[in-house]
C-alpha cells in the first residue's frame, strides 16, 4: 500500500465517538471525542467533503460544544443510529476508499468477541456492535462492489478481560451481516489499539494509540498523497517499542491486513528486508543464470512469464520489455513464493535441478509455487478446525512438531511448508499430507492427496510419493486393525440453569478417537437429582473401565459444580467421582479467540511433570492472574488456594489466557489447601496422570466425608477433542 495520488473526493468515512454511557458515573470517558475529531480534521485537510464523513457522537456535556462547532449535523452514536449507518446508508456509498474510526469503551464479550459498547451500556447490561462481525460485513457485496476497494479501520478501544461477575453482564455483541464473505478481493487494513485481553491508554485527554497513528499519517500523506499503510504501521509499530523500552509501556497495537487475497491475516510488519548476505548473493546469482539458460532456449519467453506471473504477484512487473533475467528474478523476489514460482513457469514440465531449488530456498525460505500453497491453504481451510487438529496431530507423530496453530489455515501452511526439503527427498510436508490422509479418507482428504501428487510430479519425486503413500496407507490399516488404539470418553454439556431449582438442559456423546455416538439431548430442563439419575442410566448402560475420563462442559459460572460427587444407587452407593477420572472443561474463552498459548500449553501436558504447574497466589485480582499466566507461556498448567470469594475471578483470568490445566481446593482455608494439592501432586510424576490420580484420591474419600480428595476439582481443557456439534432438538 505505497504513497500514490489520490482524489480525496472520493473518500468517505464513518467516526464514531462515545464519551458518555447510561451506567454509573465510572463509564465515562474524556478524551474519544478530541479523538474523532483529530482524525476528522486530518481528513478534510487532505480534501475529503465534510459531508462526506458521518460523525456519530456521543459526548460528555463539556466536549458537547467542541462536537457542534465541527459538525452541526452529527447523529447521537446510539445503537439504532449505528446500525442504520452501516446497515443501510454504506449500502450505496459511492467511493474510491473508506475509512472507519471507532473511540470507545470495548470488552471482551462471552464467547471470546469483541464488543465497542454502545451509549446504552447499563453496569447491568452491557451493549454493543460485535467488532469482528463488522469486518465481516465490510468484506461482503454490502458494499458496493465496483466501488470501495480499500477499507481502513480503526479502533482505539479496550478489549479488556473483565472479572467474572462483571463479565456475564456483557450481552451478546450486535452483527450486522450473517452472510459468507464473497468480496475478498476489497483491501482491508484493520488497526486495533491494542491485543485482545487487555487495555488501551489515554493520556492528557487523548487515547494513545490515536495520537501516535496520527503523527504517522500525518507525516506520510504531508503534499495530499495517500499514505503508505505498512510505514505508518512499521512508524506506530517503531514508537510503541520505543516507549516501551523506556517508560515500560505494556500496550501493544495490532494490525490485520487483506491485499486483496483472501481474509487476510495479522502481519507483523517489520523494517525493510535486510540487504542478502553473501550466501544469499551467491544463490542470486546462480539463479539469476538458470533463468537466463531458460529464457534462452525459446525466444519470446520472458513476456510470456511475465503476462503469466502478473496474474500471480502483487507488485509491478519490470518496466523493461522484454526484462532482463536479472530483472525477472529481483521481481520474484519482491513476492512470497515468488522464486519458485518464477521457474515453475519456466520449467514446466521439466524438474528443477536440485541445485537451483537449493537457491529458491536460501532467498525465500519457501519450495511451494503461489497457486500451491494458494490451494494447500484452501483445503486446510476446508478440512475444519478438527481435521487441522488432525493433520497437526500427524505432524507431531512424524516429526515431533509440538507448536502448530492448527486454528488459522495460513499459519499452519506456512509452518508446514518451514520443513524445508532436503536435496532429492520427498518434503516433510507432503509426508504429513498422506499420513492423514490416509487415516481420515475423507473427500478433502483425497482432494490433499491428488494435490500432494502434483507437487511431487513438479520436484521430480512421484516414484517416492507413491512408496509414502503404500506406508501411510500400511499405517492406517494397522491403526483402525486396533480400534484406533484410544480410550473411549464420555463429554457432557451442562447448559447454564434457568429459573429457579438448577434446572438445566443438558447432552452426552460417547468419543472413542474420533468416533462420536450421541446417547442423549434433554431439552427440557431438568433439575440436578434427575440429571444425575439420567447420567448414572447413561454410564451403566455402556462398557466399563475405571479410566474411562468423563468431561463435563461448563459455563465459566458452574466450574465449581461439585459433579464428581454425584451419587448412583446401582449397584451400590457410590459417586460418580470415584468411578471415572472426572474433570471439568469450559470453552467459551477458547475457540472464538483461536487461542494459540492453549494449545502450545497442552502440547506440554504431555511431556511435563506435576512439578512444572505454577502455583497462583490467592491475593492476585483477575488482571493479574492474566499477566501472570501470559508471561508463563511454557507453564502447562497452574495451581490455585485462592478462596471461593475470588475464584470466580481467576477462573475468568485463566480462561481467556489459556491455561488448560488448572487445580483447585472447594472448601479449605489457602494453608491446608496447600498440604492437600501438595499431596496430590506427591513427587514428581507424569502431568498426564492427574485425573486418574484424582479419581484414587476421591476413592480414598468416600468413606470420610472430610476427605481432601472429594473437594479438589480438575480443569482439563484439551483442545484436541473438542465439544461434538449440537444435536438436534429431542423434546416436542
Known sequence: MTAVEHDWRRTHAVIVAVEQYSGSDGWTLDGPVNDALAMRTWLTGLGVPAENIRLLASPTEGNKAAVEAADRDYRPADGHVIRKVFMEELSSLDADRLWIYWAGHGVQAPGGGWSLLYPETRDRDMRGLDALNLMTLLRTEHLPKRG????????????????????????????????????????????????????????????????????????????????????????????????????????????????????????????????????????????????GALLGERPGRAAEVVVGLCEQFTTDPPATTPPSAEELVDWALENPHGTVTLLAELSAP??????????????????????????????????????????????????????????????????????????????????????FAAVDDGPVAADLRA???????????????????????????????????????????LHPSTGPGQRRAYEVWTRRGEDVHALAKVDTPASLDEIQGGLEALLSAQPYAPDTLV???????????????????????????????????????????????????WNRVGTAGTQELRWLPGHMDCGEVYRVVQQSMDTPGALTTTPSRARADLFNACLFGGVPVLIWHGEAEPSIAEDEIRELLGDERPLRSLPQRLRELRSDSDPYKSHHGSHMALLWDDPHRPLPDQLDLSAP
Open 551 to 601: 468431561e463435563f462442559f461448563v459455563s465459566a459460572t458452574d466450574l465449581e459444580l461439585a459433579v464428581h460427587q454425584w451419587q448412583f444407587a446401582q449397584p451400590v452407593k457410590r459417586h460418580l467421582g470415584t468411578d471415572y477420572p472426572v474433570v471439568m472443561r469450559c470453552t467459551e474463552f477458547r475457540e472464538p479467540q483461536r487461542h494459540d498459548l492453549w494449545k502450545r500449553r
Open 350 to 435: 521439466a524438474p528443477v535441478r536440485t541445485e537451483i531449488r537449493k537457491a529458491c530456498h536460501v532467498l525465500q525460505s519457501q519450495w511451494l509455487t503461489r497457486a500451491e500453497y494458494a490451494e494447500l491453504t484452501g483445503l486446510l481451510e476446508r478440512l475444519g478446525q478438527r481435521g487441522r487438529c488432525d493433520l497437526a496431530e500427524e505432524a507431531r507423530a512424524l516429526f515431533g512438531l509440538v507448536d502448530l496453530a492448527f486454528h488459522d489455515p495460513a499459519r499452519l501452511a506456512d509452518a508446514l511448508e518451514e520443513l524445508l526439503p532436503k536435496p532429492d527427498r520427498l518434503p516433510q510436508l507432503l509426508r504429513i499430507v498422506e499420513r
Open 148 to 291: 470501495v476497494d480499500r477499507v481502513t479501520v480503526i479502533i482505539d478501544a479496550c478489549w479488556q478481560a473483565l472479572p467474572l461477575r462483571t463479565h456475564m453482564m456483557v450481552a451478546k455483541p450486535d452483527e450486522l451481516t450473517t452472510k459468507p464473505v464473497i468480496n475478498n478481493a476489497r483491501e482491508i487494513y484493520w488497526m486495533r489499539a491494542c491485543q485482545p485481553g487487555t487495555v488501551s491508554k489515554n493520556q492528557q485527554g487523548a487515547g494513545l494509540f490515536t495520537a501516535v497513528l496520527l503523527r504517522q499519517l500525518e507525516a506520510a500523506s504531508a503534499g495530499g498523497v495517500a499514505p503508505d499503510l505498512d510505514r505508518v504501521w512499521q512508524g506506530v509499530q517503531d514508537e510503541f517499542e520505543r516507549l516501551g523500552r523506556e517508560e515500560g509501556l505494556r500496550q501493544f497495537p495490532t494490525v490485520h491486513i487483506s491485499k486483496g487475497h483472501g481474509s487476510g491475516g495479522d502481519i507483523p510488519l517489520g523494517p525493510p528486508p535486510s540487504p542478502l548476505d553473501e550466501q544469499q548473493r551467491r544463490e542470486r546469482g546462480k539463479l539469476i543464470h538458470a533463468i
Open 451 to 493: 494435490w500432494s501428487l502434483r507437487c511431487a510430479e513438479r520436484l521430480g519425486l512421484k516414484g517416492q510419493l507413491m512408496e509414502r503413500r503404500g506406508e501411510a496407507t500400511e499405517y492406517a490399516e494397522a491403526v483402525k486393525a486396533a480400534g484406533l488404539d484410544q480410550d473411549q470418553h464420555f463429554q457432557i454439556r
